[in-house]
T-cell receptor, first 111, second 117 residues
Framework: NAGVTQTPKFRVLKTGQSMTLLCAQD?????MYWYRQDPGMGLRLIHY???????AKGEVPDGYNVSRLKKQNFLLGLESAAPSQTSVYFC??????????FGPGTRLTVL | AQKVTQAQTEISVVEKEDVTLDCVYE???????LFWYKQPPSGELVFLIR??????QNEISGRYSWNFQKSTSSFNFTITASQVVDSAVYFC??????????????FGAGTRLAVHP
């Protein structure tokens, strides 16, 4: 039981490049979330999913897209990376009783 | 408005001191959860406690204790006899159950605790 895993752990992009962050969970959770963490701030919700095939916008969705083709995977895409997207990205999933499990994070730098 | 305020940006203590981290929240929901997470220098988020809005009993877990007071919308966290390993950023978070219907976590900005030997 690996919990929530994220790939990659680190990435450096140039402005305008695209990439996909992968989140996987093996706990059969319906709800999954993508957050970003910026210095001096708590985590902010980017997008979330309430089940396979569904996604919705959170607080700061601009510049990101997501997909939930399989229940265990939640992908976060950056189509054209910008320096403002330099951040640490956390994925989370939760149980029906609202226990939230976080992945280890992905540190992304956009030059 | 749904909001979590951690007014203490940084706290510095000497080992074995007791320290309290403050958390004040705002929500229009009557049913919600409150959380505390620890983020050590390694960067991962470590779950510490979850409390629902109907349970105002204080909780103690080893050197950690939590004081939940609905009357003041506060959920404060106390570390007794602090240790160097307690050095981390601590986040308080709110999860309203019905607003938005998706149980997102609303985080405070965090309190950086430095425990010196």
């Amino acid at each position: 039981n690996a919990g929530v895993t994220q790939t990659p752990k680190f990435r450096v992009l140039k402005t305008g490049q695209s990439m996909t962050l992968l989140c996987a969970q093996d706990m059969n959770h319906e709800y999954m979330y993508w957050y970003r963490q910026d210095p001096g701030m708590g985590l902010r919700l980017i997008h979330y999913s309430v089940g396979e095939g569904t996604t919705a916008k959170g607080e700061v969705p601009d510049g990101y897209n997501v997909s939930r083709l399989k229940k265990q995977n939640f992908l976060l895409g950056l189509e054209s990376a910008a320096p403002s997207q330099t951040s640490v990205y956390f994925c989370a999933s939760r149980t029906d009783s609202n226990e939230q499990f976080f992945g280890p994070g992905t540190r992304l730098t956009v030059l | 408005a749904q909001k979590v305020t951690q007014a203490q940006t940084e706290i510095s203590v000497v080992e074995k001191e007791d320290v309290t981290l403050d958390c004040v929240y705002e929500t229009r929901d009557t049913t919600y959860y409150l959380f505390w997470y620890k983020q050590p220098p390694s960067g991962e988020l470590v779950f510490l406690i979850r409390r629902n809005s109907f349970d105002e009993q204080n909780e103690i877990s080893g050197r950690y204790s939590w004081n939940f007071q609905k009357s003041t919308s506060s959920f404060n966290f106390t570390i007794t006899a602090s240790q160097v390993v307690d050095s981390a950023v601590y986040f308080c978070a709110l999860s309203p159950l019905f607003s938005g219907g998706y149980n997102k976590l609303i985080f405070g900005a965090g309190t950086r605790l430095a425990v010196h030997p």
